[in-house]
């Protein structure tokens, strides 16, 4: 830990006010997600503790606010800011699976693709190049038309089109280390194919992974978000801040903006955090020139 | 009829070709006559003969693009050779599959140029060194010896067993070497290919790693394949040379012969051209004119003919044999046979 | 007679420091260095890697960007001191009285714009003439660094140059204004022997012809002993020995100078065992008190750890940083 603390790497991060912002943002976030429940006396979802006489109270500060529910209440009772913790938990949830999923199976078809090269290079890539012209909405329609809406139906859908960028990094990373001689060092000292992936090709390719991870999750919440908002995405039992979004958008124009502002705020305020923090990343592990 | 110990290594007819241009979907192309696949080939090794004897020092010289550091790598078997033979220690390991080359690893080992890409910046020191030998112990007993010989070993290239916890990143260009040889030792092979191993090295520092490489040799009774674009550290650490261009080995002989009275025309170039910091050292002046071929087209005959002050037609027509013109020496050039044009 | 003893200095470097505050700690690469160049002269900067011959060449022209700064120290270039002098007057400099040929022919060149592009651009900076002369010279300049059908090649890329050929258009590009000083870092490290051969040659020529002078940057002794009237020899940012080539070679004042002339294998040498200099060259953050050298030097007292010694005149043309210099003779 000391070593972290006294590494260039944290010089560098107090000497940037966006990587400090961004972290705090996310920070912010995942307390508010691993915390909420407890912070929050109403559960939204739990149909018990709803009181149709509090629906559509407006922010604390507006005409009508009850200091009970701060950032207002939507057409059945549910507390706003309750339901952007529990809506931030979902979107987050999706955003990180679906992130693993994507770099463990794009990271492996990558190295695959980089260390093996010929045709099965060449059919890993064009893959990839086929999946990237399938917006992630023309698969989760598909999905749905298919097999119904769901969590897990997302959760492909994403992982369908997120893997590629992975599998394109890693390739490129990979085509370049095994040039390397410590490559061909352990090829002379007799090690098989899956070892120098494993020990030698693989720790020396994850680092630009680290960045694209970051940054993905942000991406993530965001095209779920869309996905919920047009109806193909979480199912109503389990929404997520895109899903509230879209809740709230049917009142939207008669004046009863909270119920959707907010968590589209909440959004923006998570993928931003994330998106500068991931900048700062970025320019961090650059490798430098000597 | 006793038979001597077979060289170190034999390397007869070695082929090196390496085709380009990616997969098959990479190459179709779309002709006049149709779809058609071009096959685009380097030739970096083209029929290179020579062995080296144990405890030799046999070094390869020339300049970018002539195939010597192929050489090393197919004799390293990273390459798997398209063509002739490679024997180490009297087997011939040019057809061997990874099974049938992992004992042959116990008998040969490589040391490479660059200092900054040849250690893995992840691996501690300890497990870099092991690594060669942990792919030839098998039992249990075997592998617990490996942190002593480890530790012995670092000492044996002037570093200390406090080394052996630390990263490649907090050690200098030098000292990666040392532990590259380190690495090679630890199989204790009886050749070691060295591609440039202080090319990249500082002068003071180059000096070090020689008089390390040549004290092991010493010790241990290494072969080294030692490959070099420096004629100077060739000079001093090599007990016969091989002279190529574009693939082909053009000359090769004892290192005293090779310098006094070298036959090749590329030899002389060669030669003549090498700074030296002695005041009018007396050398001949053949200056190369125009740039190396590619090696995706050869030119036809000699491969020197283009750049050569000397060539004639016989030179384009037919492709001189390494021919012994004694005293050890071997040389591929028509001028053998026809001194008289050999007029600057 | 007189005409000898006053020769115009074109650059005098006095006392430069140039140190780099980084995370680690602040590099005083360059920690006062001093050397005179006289018009027409070649000086060869020599030194190995780290011990700041680069960063010399390149505070001489104003380059070194942050975290680098140049600290302290004068660059008179005909009595104009660089150090003062603002942005706008170095580029006028840059370029037309003093230019730099890098070290890597395959970077150093634009990869999108044609080298006659390239070329002319120096002549629309730093000269009056119009397009059709610009041509005409860049044209001559390219066939007498040696490329033929020169005026076709203006119409070329520079990937389609080979390394050699391309670092004659590097230094083509550098003699296109007519500099009167020419800052080489390594120009010739990255080629083969036989090219770099043909450039060195090319070089001397030009330098001849236009009686411009040269600073020959390099960690190459033997080049250097090839191409360059005196030689400055840096280790660890200070100037440790200066001299006139032949008498520094022949018998250097400084162990460092002796020992790296030692460990060079050359063609005429026949020593077993190189004479190798001992230990590495000391983290440059960190340098010892007294002699950056002491802890690598066969001749070091007890006083060399307290002390830095000072640039002194030896003998004949020689200056060393050094309590107990060589004498002729002597093998440290």
Same mark, same amino acid.
């Given at each position: 830990?000391?070593?972290l603390f006294?590494?260039?790497?944290?010089?560098?991060?107090?000497?940037?006010?966006?990587?400090?912002?961004?972290?705090?943002?996310?920070?912010?976030?995942?307390?508010?997600?691993?915390?909420?429940?407890?912070?929050?006396?109403?559960d939204?979802?739990?149909?018990a503790?709803?009181?149709?006489?509090?629906s559509?109270?407006?922010?604390v500060?507006?005409?009508?606010?009850?200091?009970?529910?701060?950032?207002?209440?939507?057409?059945?009772?549910?507390?706003?800011?309750?339901?952007?913790?529990?809506?931030?938990?979902?979107?987050?949830?999706?955003?990180?699976?679906?992130?693993?999923?994507?770099?463990?199976?794009?990271?492996?078809?990558?190295?695959i693709?980089?260390?093996?090269?010929?045709?099965?290079?060449?059919?890993?890539?064009r893959?990839?190049?086929?999946?990237?012209?399938?917006?992630?909405?023309?698969?989760?329609?598909?999905l749905?038309?298919?097999?119904?809406?769901?969590?897990?139906?997302?959760?492909?859908?994403?992982t369908?089109?997120?893997?590629?960028?992975?599998?394109?990094?890693?390739?490129?990373?990979?085509?370049?280390e095994?040039?390397?001689?410590?490559?061909?060092?352990?090829?002379?000292?007799?090690?098989?194919?899956?070892?120098?992936?494993?020990?030698?090709?693989?720790?020396?390719?994850?680092?630009?992974l680290?960045v694209i991870?970051?940054?993905?999750?942000?991406?993530f919440?965001?095209?779920?978000?869309?996905?919920?908002?047009?109806?193909?995405?979480?199912?109503?039992?389990?929404?997520?801040?895109?899903?509230?979004?879209?809740?709230?958008?049917?009142?939207l124009?008669?004046?009863?903006?909270?119920?959707?502002?907010?968590?589209?705020?909440?959004?923006?305020?998570?993928?931003?955090?994330?998106?500068?923090?991931?900048?700062?990343?970025?320019?961090?592990?650059?490798?430098?020139?000597? | 009829?006793?038979?001597?110990?077979?060289?170190?290594?034999?390397?007869?007819?070695?082929?090196?070709?390496?085709?380009? $241009?990616? =997969?098959?979907?990479?190459?179709?192309?779309?002709? &006049?006559k149709?779809? /058609? #696949?071009? !096959? %685009?080939?380097?030739?970096a090794?083209?029929?290179?003969?020579?062995?080296?004897?144990?405890g030799?020092?046999?070094?390869?010289? $020339?300049? =970018?693009?002539?195939?010597?550091s192929?050489?090393? &790598?197919?004799?390293? /078997? #990273?390459? !798997? %050779?398209t063509g002739?033979?490679?024997?180490?220690?009297?087997?011939?390991?040019?057809?061997?599959?990874?099974?049938?080359?992992?004992?042959v690893?116990?008998?040969?080992?490589?040391?490479?140029?660059?200092?900054?890409?040849?250690?893995?910046?992840?691996q501690?020191?300890?497990?870099?060194?092991?690594?060669?030998l942990?792919?030839?112990?098998?039992?249990t007993?075997?592998?617990?010896?490996?942190?002593?010989?480890?530790?012995?070993?670092?000492a044996?290239?002037?570093?200390?067993?406090?080394?052996?916890?630390?990263?490649?990143?907090?050690?200098?260009?030098?000292?990666?070497?040392?532990?590259?040889?380190?690495r090679?030792?630890?199989?204790?092979?009886?050749?070691?290919?060295?591609?440039?191993?202080?090319?990249?090295?500082?002068?003071?520092?180059?000096?070090?790693?020689?008089?390390?490489?040549?004290?092991?040799?010493?010790?241990?009774?290494?072969?080294?394949?030692?490959?070099?674009?420096?004629?100077?550290?060739?000079?001093?650490?090599?007990d016969?040379?091989?002279?190529?261009?574009?693939?082909f080995?053009?000359?090769?002989?004892?290192?005293?012969?090779?310098?006094?009275?070298?036959?090749?025309?590329?030899?002389?170039?060669?030669?003549?051209?090498?700074?030296?910091?002695?005041e009018?050292?007396?050398?001949?002046?053949?200056?190369?004119?125009?740039?190396?071929?590619?090696?995706?087209?050869?030119?036809?005959?000699?491969?020197?003919?283009?750049?050569?002050?000397?060539?004639?037609?016989?030179?384009?027509?037919?492709?001189?044999a390494?021919?012994?013109v004694?005293?050890?020496?071997?040389?591929?050039?028509?001028?053998?046979?026809?001194?008289?044009?050999?007029?600057? | 007679?007189?005409?000898?003893?006053?020769?115009?200095?074109?650059?005098?470097?006095?006392?430069?420091?140039?140190?780099?505050?980084?995370?680690?700690g602040?590099?005083?690469?360059?920690?006062?260095?001093?050397?005179?160049?006289?018009?027409?002269e070649?000086?060869?900067?020599?030194?190995?890697?780290?011990?700041?011959?680069?960063?010399?060449?390149?505070?001489?022209?104003?380059?070194?960007?942050?975290?680098?700064?140049?600290?302290?120290?004068?660059?008179?270039?005909?009595?104009?001191?660089?150090?003062?002098?603002?942005?706008?007057?170095?580029?006028?400099?840059?370029?037309?009285?003093?230019?730099?040929?890098?070290?890597?022919?395959?970077?150093?060149?634009?990869?999108l714009?044609?080298?006659?592009?390239q070329?002319?651009?120096?002549?629309?900076?730093?000269?009056?003439?119009?397009?059709?002369?610009?041509?005409?010279a860049?044209?001559?300049?390219?066939?007498?660094?040696?490329?033929?059908?020169a005026?076709?090649r203006?119409?070329?890329?520079?990937?389609?140059?080979?390394?050699?050929?391309?670092?004659?258009?590097?230094?083509?590009?550098?003699?296109?204004?007519?500099?009167?000083?020419?800052?080489?870092?390594?120009?010739?490290?990255a080629?083969?022997?036989?090219?770099?051969?043909?450039?060195?040659?090319?070089?001397?020529?030009?330098?001849?012809?236009?009686?411009?002078?040269m600073i020959?940057?390099?960690?190459?002794?033997?080049?250097?002993?090839?191409?360059?009237?005196?030689?400055?020899?840096?280790?660890?940012?200070?100037?440790v020995?200066r001299?006139r080539?032949?008498?520094?070679?022949?018998?250097?004042?400084?162990?460092?100078?002796?020992?790296?002339?030692?460990?060079?294998?050359?063609?005429?040498?026949?020593?077993?065992r190189?004479?190798?200099?001992?230990?590495?060259?000391?983290?440059?953050?960190?340098?010892?008190?007294?002699?950056?050298?002491?802890d690598?030097?066969p001749?070091?007292?007890?006083?060399?750890?307290?002390?830095?010694?000072?640039?002194?005149?030896?003998?004949?043309?020689?200056?060393?940083?050094?309590?107990?210099?060589?004498?002729?003779?002597?093998?440290a």
């Amino acid at each position: 830990m000391t070593a972290l603390f006294q590494s260039e790497f944290f010089y560098n991060y107090r000497r940037s006010s966006s990587a400090m912002i961004g972290s705090a943002l996310m920070a912010f976030f995942a307390l508010a997600v691993l915390l909420g429940p407890f912070l929050v006396a109403q559960d939204p979802y739990d149909i018990a503790a709803l009181n149709l006489m509090d629906s559509y109270k407006p922010p604390v500060w507006l005409e009508g606010g009850d200091p009970q529910f701060w950032l207002g209440t939507d057409g059945q009772g549910r507390d706003v800011w309750a339901s952007i913790l529990y809506g931030a938990r979902i979107s987050l949830f999706i955003g990180l699976v679906a992130m693993v999923a994507s770099c463990f199976i794009g990271t492996l078809l990558g190295l695959i693709a980089g260390f093996y090269g010929g045709l099965v290079d060449s059919v890993i890539m064009r893959i990839a190049d086929i999946q990237l012209s399938f917006p992630s909405i023309l698969i989760a329609l598909f999905l749905m038309s298919a097999v119904g809406t769901g969590i897990d139906k997302v959760l492909i859908a994403l992982t369908a089109v997120g893997w590629v960028v992975y599998a394109r990094t890693v390739r490129g990373s990979t085509l370049s280390e095994i040039e390397k001689e410590y490559v061909q060092a352990a090829k002379v000292a007799g090690l098989p194919n899956h070892k120098i992936i494993r020990k030698h090709v693989l720790p020396n390719v994850l680092t630009p992974l680290i960045v694209i991870a970051t940054i993905q999750v942000g991406t993530f919440v965001l095209i779920e978000a869309s996905l919920s908002f047009l109806g193909v995405g979480v199912p109503i039992t389990q929404p997520s801040l895109g899903l509230l979004i879209k809740n709230g958008f049917d009142v939207l124009f008669s004046g009863l903006w909270w119920t959707s502002v907010f968590p589209g705020v909440a959004i923006m305020m998570l993928v931003f955090g994330i998106n500068l923090f991931g900048d700062f990343l970025r320019d961090e592990l650059n490798p430098r020139l000597k | 009829m006793t038979d001597a110990p077979a060289p170190m290594l034999d390397v007869r007819n070695l082929e090196m070709h390496f085709s380009l $241009g990616g =997969s098959v979907l990479d190459r179709l192309r779309f002709g &006049k006559k149709g779809p /058609r #696949i071009d !096959k %685009p080939v380097v030739r970096a090794v083209n029929g290179v003969n020579f062995t080296i004897e144990r405890g030799e020092i046999m070094a390869l010289v $020339g300049e =970018s693009g002539c195939g010597k550091s192929t050489v090393a &790598k197919t004799i390293a /078997r #990273i390459y !798997k %050779p398209t063509g002739g033979e490679l024997r180490i220690d009297g087997e011939d390991v040019a057809e061997h599959d990874f099974a049938q080359m992992l004992p042959v690893r116990a008998k040969m080992q490589m040391i490479f140029q660059d200092p900054y890409a040849s250690l893995n910046p992840r691996q501690k020191v300890r497990d870099i060194v092991a690594e060669p030998l942990l792919q030839q112990t098998k039992t249990t007993a075997e592998r617990r010896e490996v942190p002593k010989k480890i530790e012995a070993l670092l000492a044996k290239v002037g570093l200390n067993a406090e080394h052996a916890g630390r990263y490649p990143h907090q050690f200098s260009g030098g000292q990666r070497q040392r532990i590259g040889i380190a690495r090679a030792l630890s199989v204790t092979p009886g050749l070691i290919v060295a591609d440039e191993p202080v090319s990249a090295l500082d002068v003071s520092i180059q000096a070090q790693i020689l008089n390390l490489m040549k004290d092991l040799r010493d010790e241990f009774g290494l072969a080294y394949l030692f490959i070099s674009h420096d004629l100077s550290v060739v000079h001093h650490i090599a007990d016969k040379i091989g002279v190529m261009y574009l693939g082909f080995m053009v000359e090769n002989a004892p290192r005293d012969v090779l310098f006094s009275r070298p036959r090749h025309p590329y030899t002389r170039a060669l030669l003549s051209a090498a700074p030296s910091i002695k005041e009018n050292r007396d050398k001949e002046e053949i200056e190369l004119t125009g740039e190396v071929p590619s090696a995706l087209s050869l030119p036809s005959g000699c491969c020197f003919r283009t750049r050569c002050p000397f060539a004639w037609d016989r030179c384009a027509a037919e492709r001189p044999a390494l021919r012994d013109v004694g005293d050890g020496q071997t040389v591929a050039c028509h001028l053998i046979d026809e001194p008289e044009r050999d007029v600057a | 007679m007189m005409r000898d003893t006053v020769q115009q200095k074109l650059l005098e470097v006095r006392d430069l420091r140039t140190h780099f505050h980084t995370f680690a700690g602040t590099v005083k690469a360059v920690n006062g260095v001093s050397f005179d160049i006289a018009a027409g002269e070649v000086m060869g900067l020599v030194g190995e890697s780290g011990g700041g011959k680069s960063v010399v060449g390149f505070s001489i022209l104003g380059l070194i960007d942050s975290p680098g700064k140049i600290e302290g120290g004068e660059i008179l270039l005909n009595g104009e001191d660089l150090v003062k002098a603002g942005e706008a007057r170095l580029r006028e400099i840059r370029g037309r009285d003093i230019s730099m040929v890098f070290q890597d022919p395959m970077t150093s060149l634009n990869p999108l714009h044609t080298v006659g592009r390239q070329m002319d651009e120096v002549l629309r900076l730093h000269s009056d003439l119009d397009t059709e002369a610009r041509h005409a010279a860049c044209v001559e300049m390219l066939e007498s660094v040696g490329i033929s059908r020169a005026a076709e090649r203006l119409k070329a890329y520079p990937h389609q140059f080979s390394g050699g050929m391309r670092q004659r258009v590097v230094i083509a590009i550098a003699l296109l204004a007519r500099p009167r000083l020419i800052i080489a870092d390594e120009p010739t490290t990255a080629l083969d022997v036989t090219i770099q051969s043909q450039i060195l040659k090319l070089m001397r020529r030009q330098i001849a012809e236009k009686g411009a002078s040269m600073i020959l940057v390099t960690h190459d002794l033997a080049v250097v002993s090839e191409m360059a009237d005196h030689i400055t020899v840096l280790y660890c940012g200070n100037v440790v020995e200066r001299g006139r080539t032949r008498e520094l070679i022949e018998a250097p004042a400084h162990p460092y100078t002796r020992g790296l002339i030692d460990s060079i294998p050359d063609l005429s040498n026949r020593h077993e065992r190189l004479k190798q200099i001992p230990g590495t060259v000391p983290d440059i953050r960190n340098l010892p008190r007294g002699c950056n050298f002491r802890d690598r030097c066969p001749r070091a007292q007890a006083i060399c750890a307290e002390i830095e010694p000072d640039l002194m005149p030896q003998r004949g043309s020689l200056s060393a940083a050094c309590h107990f210099p060589l004498s002729p003779g002597d093998t440290a």
